[in-house]
């Protein structure tokens, strides 16, 4: 592949058959996965892959794609990679007839690119298994799409493959992407490794199939608004969180940012990580400022800052059930933990046990599941009862939304509540996120300054100071403390280095606060005070965007929990609002089958259009969410919604009535 980089993106597949190629050396690379096909099964997942290539290459690629099916577990298409540098390049670097179509493109590579990437060649962005496509030809097929693609056609993308251009309107989604999608009987931990093997389905993540990942600073924001208020629940008051700990394990795609949210709520954060090369990865982009793998040395440490009342963040290389435990021992005490391995794909190398080194368990987890999964488990039942010693203590648990609870539970740990059906730990959703934010309308709001200029997102920050400050100013007091921390983090957010990829801000916003951010920047990007068009979309992870019962709607007590009629009907309204891009994904976050979750991207390219679309789109995109949780009588969101309506006369929401407790509690 000679050519260059525009010109590749115009030829889509090689002309010319490129020689094999094994993954790089230099990378981290996705576990290898479940040998679960039968040889018939196998057979079918090679002439899959084969759909993809004219005739006269098939005897070739097919012993190919065989033996990476082996090796891998996947057929990933390694020779097809290409050989120029994935990264976001400003708009304008790519050919394209629609300028929205090039936004998505850039977003594209920005997921796929090696710095922001978990697993870049293997397509994968985050979360262990978070892929933005199955294989390199639906990389390369899609990015020729998009480059020929206009204002008058729909891209409709399924599982990763481009299904192809279908003629629209200009009202319309360029793109539409739906990951995981399954007839519901078929959405078992077991069925992703059977139909991702087969090449017929991939787990998209949140924003790795959606093209809206921005890096672990994407859930900084949201880290920190739940560190910060964990810290607030189990601080006396005047007191500071400085000497005060911060246990968790994980350093990769998001759980890479609790040490940067530890710095910024100014507690010491200990992040245990089992993957060095992750460990190391954010230690050298500064996302953490110590790295260790003594325990000797990570105790000292931690001694001295406690004793200088010190904020710093610590990696240690090692597994987290050691730390509890020998925590414990030695009698220092968490004032708050968590967890963020990835346990929303426990036995595939989501969650590494205590007991094995890192190649030991990825070594059994392919060659011997069964024995892989007692470990998990074991592994599991052990960092539980470590964890339940410490609460005796006095320290401040949540989950946070990894699944933790879930598999501890289906492990037999002991983290049920008196109940029995409730976990005897809140999710970070119960207790924090979905009363203080989700319910008002507050949700990962974010945007890409496309010029791929610092300087663009230095204006964006400072216009986002300026329209916060304005809104706070008549803000009803229910909303002060999320508009101060709101404002805080994005006067500091320059500082503090967030950027790995596309020139990206995340900040947590109400519908008020979007719709204002967003035409702030429309007319920006009009007047030519920013260089060009702004990208904005948010993570899934919100108020409307998510179907999750034991994470984004966990504290959603009407039964409804369970449904996801919320998500589908937000892409949907979404799509024909004015959203340049939609997704719908099964299993975003905590697993698949576990949760439905959608999104959307928008291009902000200055027109009145793109103003017209943002203020009905993102009216919708919140306050549907809204609707939903004041119907299952959430007060704060009955609060938010009435509130709109008065703002808003076009909306009128079915309001719940609410019943005295004494009319129902002697019925049954
Ligand atoms: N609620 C939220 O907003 C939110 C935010 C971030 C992450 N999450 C969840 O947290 C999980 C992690 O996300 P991610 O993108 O960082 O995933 P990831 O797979 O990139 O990172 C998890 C890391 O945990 C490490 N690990 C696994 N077991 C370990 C152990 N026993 N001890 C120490 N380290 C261990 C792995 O090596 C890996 O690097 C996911 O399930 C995700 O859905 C939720």
New binding site residues.
Partial sequence: MTTDFRQQLLQGLPKQLPPKRKPSENVSHAPKRKDILSDDEKKLAVRNALRYFPEKWHRELASDFASELNEFGRIYMYRFMPDYEMYARPIDAYPAKSRHAAAIMLMIQNNLDPRVA?HPEELIT???N?SVFQNWAQYLLTMQYLATLTDKQTLHVYSGHPMGLFPSSKQAPRVVVTNGMMVPNYSKPDDWERYNALGVTQYG?MTAGSYMYIGPQG?VH??TI?LMNAFRKTLKRGERAAGKIFLS?????????QPKAGNITGCISVC????AD?ARKRHNQGWVDLLTGSYEELVAIIRKAQQNDEVVSIAYI????ELWERFYEDSIFVHVGSD??????PFA??????GLN?GEANEMMRKDPTLFKTKVQK?LRR?AAAINRHATRGTYFFD????FLLECARAGAKVMAKNGSDFRYPS??QDILGPMCFDFGFGPFRWVCTSGSPGDLAITDEIAIRVLKEIKATAPEEIHQQMEDNIKWIKEAGQNNLVVGSQARILYSDAEGRIKLAAAFNKAVATGEISAPVVIGR?H?DVSGTDSPY?ETSNIYDGSSFTADMAVQNVIGDSFRGATWVSVHNG????WGEVINGGFGMLLDGSKSAEKQLQSMLFYDVNNGIARRSWARNPNARFAIEREMKRSPNLKVTMPNIVDDQIVDGLF
Avoid: F, K
């Fill in positions: 978990q985050y979360g262990g978070g993540q859930i949201g880290t739940t394990a994980g350093l990769g795609g998001m759980s890479g940012a245990a990580e089992v993957n992750a090692g597994n987290v059930v963020q391995t990835s346990l929303h794909n190398g989501g969650y590494y046990p205590i890192y592994s960092h946070y939304g990894n699944a970070y959703v993570d992870h994470r975003g976050g905590v697993g």
